[in-house]
């Protein structure tokens, strides 16, 4: 009889195959792939719109392509957020897909500033649980997994409602989390989570992180590696751990779990699972005093000795965080998660070995039909901002080219139809047929007053830059954020800091300057040279107002699995925060 490790193995094998298959021949796959999408939604009032009463079922598939890219047009959230308030409102009629929407996904609406639905159905799911069976059988090949051990996951749903015509709507994660795809991913991978879906659900994410770090401890030995959706998830875990231990230490010493979780539910859920374990507390206390000592550095593979890697989304937003993620780490591998989209999945990073700064992702050609919008620089001589690029038509997947930039059109099974999804990647290179993507940023401007342009990766490399500074002191950057003020004149961009340790005065000031003078957008430096931009401001805010920013998502409805802290925003109660915790502003000098 095969063993159940044998027979991992051969899933492993079958799925790694099917990609290869896949991959081998992506023109023909993805025409495929649109053909089907169409068949499905052959009709549909979106459709009907552009492609009129087409038979599609009647037609050659490389002429169906053809006629579907030259006559329906590339789409922004906006050109469909009426379909989809119809849906959400109550109507039932064929208007993206035939098949029925019974389900919308939420947008945290940090990258957006607002939240927009987007529709889910089981093909999302579906998609989820192949991708992540797909990625985790690339990672065995690199770090193989004990059969019967788990995974310490930072996961958290958010709760789920219905919109006035009786749709469920809730974060992407919370619908996986509750499908019967995430209850195969349980069952049939070879690692178990820690938290039970009691602890995951609670809706409560302080005392759910406390639950997952408890169980964590509880099962440290056993635990093969650390996960959340995003760094930034497993970097809140920790730091919160830095100030919860003596609790945790408690609560595995007797076997009894702490008046902080109020949740019966979850209290029940994990008092089940634990028991007085004296010893394990006193190890645990131990190295605790010994980490501190360190400022906390290897906390990972000290806790739990046998965990292999820590696997998460690292990539665009969530670079801020890696520095503060290897410091906990230590020399335990970092592996980047997969690249998705509350839109679709994309690609899965079949390279676990690479360090997340130059992680690939090669693109599933079976989970939507995928265009490329191709990005010229003007001036390919300066690092000009992305809305300076020159926009050529769009291409197929099979037709992109190595080291050219792209924005990422999406045609998907859930009703979305040359849907331009605002990312903008860089073909490293291939797999068989499939390119493999580098993720470079999102296309939309965070910071302009006037003829400036920066994006969210120039923000955040001017900010890497001016908090090395911060080097010469005992602090570090916690997080941050952006605001451009227009109403005093000239405009100028704000800068906020939440900082942990102390740093005087002069550093800060020096930090201020460094980030005004590295801004490298052409029309930002004129504008300074010419004062009609003003002096960029260094914000300092208080310990804790970043937890403050996220509780406010949190109440708006998101999940803490993905959310991401905007790196900049007009939103009036989020600079209602930051301005009400600011305890220090500088003004920069570097431009006299």
């Not at 593979?301 to 503060?324: D, E, R």
């Not at 340790?501 to 800060?508: F, N, P, S």
């Amino acid at each position: 009889m095969e063993s159940a490790a044998g027979a991992e193995s051969n899933g492993e094998h079958e799925i790694i195959g099917w990609f290869e298959d896949v991959s081998e021949n992506t023109g023909y796959v993805q025409t495929q792939t649109l053909c089907r999408i169409l068949e499905l939604n052959s009709g549909v009032e979106y459709l009907k719109k552009w492609l009129g009463d087409i038979n599609v079922q009647e037609m050659e598939a490389s002429a169906l392509e053809s006629l579907y890219t030259s006559l329906v047009p590339l789409a922004s959230h906006a050109d469909l957020e009426t379909y989809i308030q119809r849906i959400a409102d109550g109507d039932t009629s064929p208007i993206l897909t035939n098949q029925p929407i019974t389900t919308l996904s939420l947008s945290s609406g940090t990258t957006e500033g607002r939240q927009k639905y987007v529709p889910f159905t089981r093909h999302s799911s579906q998609t989820t649980l192949q991708i992540f069976q797909l990625a985790a059988a690339y990672r065995s090949r690199v770090y193989p997994i004990t059969p019967g051990r788990r995974i310490l996951e930072f996961i958290y749903s958010s709760k789920q409602f219905k919109t006035k015509g009786g749709l469920i709507a809730g974060t992407a994660t919370t619908h996986y989390f509750a499908s019967e795809e995430f209850k195969i991913k349980q069952e049939k991978t070879k690692s178990f989570t820690c938290s039970p879906e009691e602890v995951i659900s609670s809706g409560d994410y302080k005392q759910s992180t406390y639950c997952h770090l408890l169980l964590g401890l509880h099962f440290h030995d056993e635990v093969e590696f650390i996960t959340s959706t995003f760094a930034y998830s497993i970097v809140q875990a920790f730091r919160a751990f830095e100030e919860l231990w003596r609790n945790i230490c408690s609560d595995i010493r007797e076997g009894i779990v702490s008046s902080r979780i109020s949740l019966p539910k979850v209290r029940k859920a994990v008092s089940d699972i634990i028991s007085p374990n004296p010893g394990l507390a006193s190890w645990i206390e131990a190295s605790c005093k010994e980490l501190e000592d360190k400022d906390w550095f290897g906390l990972i593979p000290k806790l739990w000795p046998n965990a292999k890697y820590v696997y998460s989304i690292m990539t665009g937003s969530m670079q801020p965080y890696l520095k503060k993620l290897r410091h906990y780490a230590g020399d335990l591998p970092l592996v980047s998660a997969d690249y998705g989209s509350t839109e679709s999945w994309i690609g899965a990073n079949i390279d676990p070995s690479s360090p997340p700064e130059n992680v690939t992702f090669a693109v599933i050609p079976t989970f939507s039909y995928f265009e490329f919008i191709p990005l010229y620089r003007h001036n390919q001589n300066c690092s000009s901002s992305i809305d300076d690029f020159i926009e050529d038509e769009p291409v197929p997947l099979s037709q992109v080219k190595i080291g050219q930039e792209y924005e990422i059109v999406l045609t998907t099974f859930t009703g979305l139809y040359r849907y331009r999804l605002g990312d903008v990647v860089e073909v490293a290179g291939f797999h068989k047929g499939t390119p493999k993507l580098n993720f470079i940023c999102r296309r939309k401007l965070i910071l302009t007053v006037n003829i400036d342009k920066n994006t969210e990766k120039d923000l955040q490399s001017v900010v890497e830059v001016g908090s090395q500074l911060l080097g010469k002191t005992k602090a570090e950057l916690v997080d941050f954020t952006s605001h451009a003020d227009l109403v005093k004149q000239p405009g100028h961009y704000i800068i906020y800091w939440e900082i942990k340790g102390e740093a005087d005065d002069k550093v800060l000031s020096e930090c201020c300057n460094e980030m005004d003078a590295c801004f490298v957008d052409q029309g930002y430096i004129v504008s300074r040279k010419t004062h009609s931009i003003g002096p960029l401001e260094l914000c300092i805010v208080e310990r804790g107002t970043f937890k403050k920013i996220l509780d406010h998502f949190i109440g708006k409805g998101a999940a803490l699995s993905q959310f991401k802290t905007p790196r900049c925003t007009a939103d009036e109660v989020l600079l209602r925060i930051l301005n009400v915790c600011t305890i220090k502003r500088f003004h920069s000098t570097a431009y006299g």
